[in-house]
């Protein structure tokens, strides 16, 4: 999976750091960064708490097709 930001919508309230902390880091100023752009499923719970709690719904998956099957 990839996950996509949208900085427009972000406004840095850091519930995705929160949520999943090894994908997402939210400076004190600013919006969200992305450390960890493609992570694996182990991630996917995580990452996928973080898309649904966002107030802003500034964050979606984009599934890759080529690549959703058998990278494990
Ligand atoms: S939870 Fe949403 S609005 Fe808050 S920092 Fe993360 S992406 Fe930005």
Same mark, same amino acid.
């Given at each position: 999976?990839?996950? !996509?930001?949208?900085? /427009?919508?972000?406004? =840095?309230?850091?519930?995705?750091?929160?949520?999943?902390? &090894?994908?997402?880091?939210? *400076?004190?100023?600013?919006? !969200?960064?992305?450390? /960890?752009?493609?992570? =694996?499923?182990?991630?996917?719970?995580?990452?996928?708490? &973080?898309?649904?709690?966002? *107030?802003?719904?500034?964050?979606?998956?984009?599934? /890759?097709?080529?690549?959703?099957?058998?990278?494990?």
């Amino acid at each position: 999976m990839r996950i !996509v930001v949208d900085p /427009d919508l972000c406004q =840095g309230h850091g519930v995705c750091q929160d949520e999943a902390p &090894a994908v997402f880091t939210v *400076p004190k100023r600013g919006t !969200v960064q992305i450390t /960890d752009p493609t992570p =694996g499923d182990a991630q996917r719970h995580a990452v996928e708490a &973080a898309i649904r709690y966002c *107030p802003t719904r500034a964050l979606s998956i984009a599934d /890759d097709e080529s690549s959703a099957k058998g990278t494990d």
